[in-house]
């Protein structure tokens, strides 16, 4: 039989999935932070595409995110709606309205 899940951890009762979200982030953070190293450009020294690993840890913090908010019952629609407004707002800041 497997180990007993501790606490933030998948399978824990406190806060089930929160190591993993952190995890997750710190793995875009370090992709990120290549990107920015490299002055933007994808091709890394290691032969990786540096593209191509930015949206695999995309995808691994969305899903770790969504797991998070589903194991924890976190209010989903009020996230979603929060989501949109802030994103709306990154969007005007791109375009460079305030």
Known sequence: MGEQAG???IGSDVWPGASR???ECGELMQVLGK???SGGATAHWD?????ARL???LADVRAALDY???ANS???????DR???KRAQYERWHHGDN
């Open 7 to 9: 606490p933030y951890s």
């Open 21 to 23: 979200l952190i995890e």
């Open 35 to 37: 990107l920015i190293g």
């Open 47 to 51: 032969g990786t595409d540096l593209r």
């Open 55 to 57: 949206t695999d840890e």
């Open 68 to 70: 998070f908010i589903f």
């Open 74 to 80: 976190m209010p989903d629609a009020a996230i979603a």
């Open 83 to 85: 989501a949109d407004k």
